[in-house]
């Protein structure tokens, strides 16, 4: 089946620094992947829809210059939080649409922010 | 404005009960509904994929349907066990909107 990997699974890192977080298609191309945050006991919401050799779109209310997507391969996005602040700290997952129509989640990234 | 929505938001029940899990969405003209299951901490694992052009799909002890005439789908887990025990979201795949999910646990 269609498998997603995520990576780091999880990261604490120091206020005012950079975190990337890397989301992989193993065994799929993948032109389009999703990033969500999810906070404690609440939903996912989407962040930002990535596009392989295009810019993304983002979700109304997400800064685009804080959080860079970059989806330089049909297999690989990356989400880089910048300049993290203690409130960026969340769950961050990502998902790419699989052979099928249906989607695949990676495992997640807790970033922690000190 | 909840586009999706799901009930009850918490559910505890006995092992081997059979159980619904409701999920609502504003919006009749979806594309797909998906099924997940979350463990706390972890990613999302896809249950049961609906098609906008099918009315259900089942998995072993798991049923899904769809009527989007109503804008209902429901999850039907049948004889549940302590395995169960998790979050499960139902999203629209025409814009990736995901309910705040069901708490589900199942007691031994």
């Known amino acids: 089946g269609a498998v997603v990997s995520q990576h780091p699974s999880w990261v604490i890192c120091k206020s005012g620094t950079s975190v990337k977080i890397e989301c992989r298609s193993l065994?799929?191309?993948?032109?389009?992947m999703f990033w969500y945050r999810q906070f404690p006991k609440q939903s996912l919401m989407l962040m930002a829809t990535s596009n392989e050799g295009s810019k993304a779109t983002y979700e109304q209310g997400v800064e685009k210059d804080k959080f860079l997507i970059n989806h330089a391969s049909l297999t690989l996005s990356t989400l880089t939080v910048t300049s993290a602040h203690p409130e960026d700290s969340s769950f961050y997952i990502c998902?790419?649409?699989?052979?099928?129509?249906?989607?695949?989640f990676g495992s997640g990234t807790r970033l922690t922010v000190v | 404005k909840q586009e999706v929505t799901q009930i009850p938001a918490a559910l505890s029940v006995p092992e081997g009960e059979n159980l619904v899990l409701n999920c609502s969405f504003t919006d009749s003209a979806i594309y797909n509904l998906q099924w997940f299951r979350q463990d706390p901490g972890k990613g999302l694992t896809s249950l049961l994929l609906?098609?906008?052009?099918?009315r259900e799909q089942t998995s072993g002890r798991l049923n899904a349907s769809l009527d989007k005439s109503s804008g209902r789908s429901t999850l039907y887990i049948a004889a549940s066990q302590p395995g169960d025990s998790a979050t499960y979201l139902c999203a629209r795949m025409k814009d990736m909107r995901f309910g705040a999910g069901t708490r589900l646990t199942v007691k031994p």
């Open positions: 065994d799929f191309q993948a032109t389009t």
């Open positions: 609906i098609q906008s052009s099918q």
């Open positions: 998902s790419a649409r699989g052979p099928g129509n249906g989607y695949t």
